[in-house]
């Protein structure tokens, strides 16, 4: 069984540009979370996918979308970057209708 | 909003003693109560989680203890070792709900 994998795993960008980071969800598991976790608190619900649509969204502006393929698998994106968006960005992976997120080990976006 | 308040912010104990975490939450629909532990530049793993029906759960050296009327849950560590040195996080979740909103998250440090 393969945990959740995330890529890539550190990366510097510019404010204003765009950004796609990507989610493989552990075996089995059919829903995908994406959460922030700015340096020293606790992570935040940005948002959930399943069955390729969004299922719920936190307090997150409109330029930070995603995206679920078929196998899973799953993108976040962020147009427009902002200095506040460097952070650690988590995916977790769940079965439908269950509780367990299991968590990757995150992507560390700088933005300058 | 914060609807999970985590103390305290940091602890040091010593190797063998017991680490005590305490969450409070104000959301009653809440119904799924899980801590989380994190090493530097690792994603969050789960531990242990509870839900109201029971006060207490037991895993090994963790403990979970829930006091539905309070609306807290604490987490307690058993002869604490220096490998259980890492941030922890509590969190909560509607009954079949998508978003775990977490705590602050607390530093413990386990000196030998």
């Known amino acids: 069984e393969t945990g959740v994998t995330q890529s890539p795993t550190h990366l510097i960008k510019t404010r204003g540009q765009q950004v796609t980071l990507r989610c493989s969800s552990q075996s089995g598991h059919n829903t995908v979370s994406w959460y922030q976790q700015a340096l020293g608190q606790g992570p935040q619900f940005i948002f959930q996918y399943y069955r390729e649509e969004e299922n719920g969204r936190g307090n997150f502006p409109p330029r930070f979308s995603g995206l679920q393929f078929p196998n899973y698998s799953s993108e976040l994106n962020v147009n427009a970057l902002e200095l506040d968006d460097s952070a650690l960005y988590l995916c977790?992976?769940?079965?439908?209708?269950?509780?367990?997120?299991?968590f990757g080990p995150g992507t560390r976006l700088t933005v300058t | 909003q914060q609807q999970v308040k985590q103390s305290p912010q940091s602890l040091i104990v010593q190797k063998g003693g017991i680490s005590i975490i305490n969450c409070a939450y104000e959301?009653?629909?809440?119904?799924?109560f899980p801590w989380y532990q994190q090493f530097p530049g690792k994603g969050p793993a789960l531990l242990i989680a509870?839900?109201?029906?029971?006060s207490e759960k037991k895993e090994g050296r963790f403990t979970i203890s829930f006091n539905k009327s309070a609306k807290q849950f604490s987490l307690h560590i058993m002869d604490s070792q220096p490998g259980d040195s890492a941030t922890y996080f509590c969190?909560?979740?509607?009954?079949?709900?998508?978003?775990?909103?977490f705590g602050g998250g607390t530093r413990v440090l386990v000196k030998p």
């Open positions: 509870i839900r109201p029906d029971v």
């Open positions: 969190a909560a979740n509607k009954a079949a709900g998508n978003k775990l909103t």
């Open positions: 977790a992976s769940s079965l439908a209708h269950s509780d367990e997120q299991y």
């Open positions: 959301n009653t629909a809440f119904d799924y």
